[in-house]
């Protein structure tokens, strides 16, 4: 039961990625209260959790049920996730926030003025409770013999939800440590990166679906 709990964890732990969350959520939050981060960061979690148990119960009767492969879900999402790190890496997240501050009153204290809520999209989804991690999860919960190693199977996978939001937590403070330009320049990297993962996404999906 313990290697069964320590390769689900390892391998959830691996796809969801919390380390790797947590300064995209810093980058994409910048500016917002530290009330509407704490929100937006449990408000992700809860969102991907509820997605990934349903697709670890039901998932693949759900999407056969609606004619839908998972590899035209893992498409769809790498191209979401593909506009989402363009935003990052041209900064059109920041003109968009400057924009709306202007339409702000100048009255207005800094605890009302929210930011853009990216709580379910693309945190939740696709980041959190992405291609990767609902097929991993659903593939985990196929493979279980009985309820108790399914029971682990999701104790595995609440341990890794609960780190992903310690870390989304956790990231605006040191974030704001590193400074504004250095802030700038690791959000430029990390779109760049994640326009690397959103194609590669997108590759594996047509590859499977023609069957390379």
């Not at 609902?134 to 595995?156: D, H, P």
């Amino acid at each position: 039961m313990i290697t069964l709990f320590l390769s689900a964890f390892v391998t959830l732990f691996v796809v969801i990625d919390p380390p790797g969350c947590a300064p995209i959520f810093a980058s994409l939050t910048r500016g917002g209260s530290a009330v509407h981060r704490r929100a937006m960061a449990l408000r992700s979690v809860g969102v991907a959790t509820g997605i990934l148990l349903i697709f670890a119960l039901a998932g693949e009767a759900l999407l056969g049920a609606l004619g839908i492969s998972l590899d035209a879900f893992r498409t769809a999402g790498g191209i979401m996730l593909f506009l989402i790190a363009l935003e990052m890496v041209f900064e059109k997240r920041t003109q968009k926030r400057e924009d709306r501050a202007e339409k702000i009153s100048k009255q207005a204290s800094e605890e009302q003025r929210e930011i853009e809520d990216i709580s379910v999209f693309p945190m939740a989804i696709p980041m959190i409770a992405g291609p990767g991690s609902i097929a991993t999860t659903m593939l985990l919960t196929s493979r279980s013999n009985g309820t108790m190693e399914t029971a682990i199977v999701l104790a595995a996978l609440a341990a890794v939800l609960m780190l992903t939001a310690m870390a989304l937590l956790a990231a605006g403070p040191i974030m704001r440590v590193l400074g504004q330009k250095l802030e700038a320049m690791i959000t430029r990297i990390l779109g760049v990166l994640l326009a690397a993962l959103a194609a590669q996404f997108v590759i594996d999906g047509i590859k499977a679906s023609v069957g390379v």
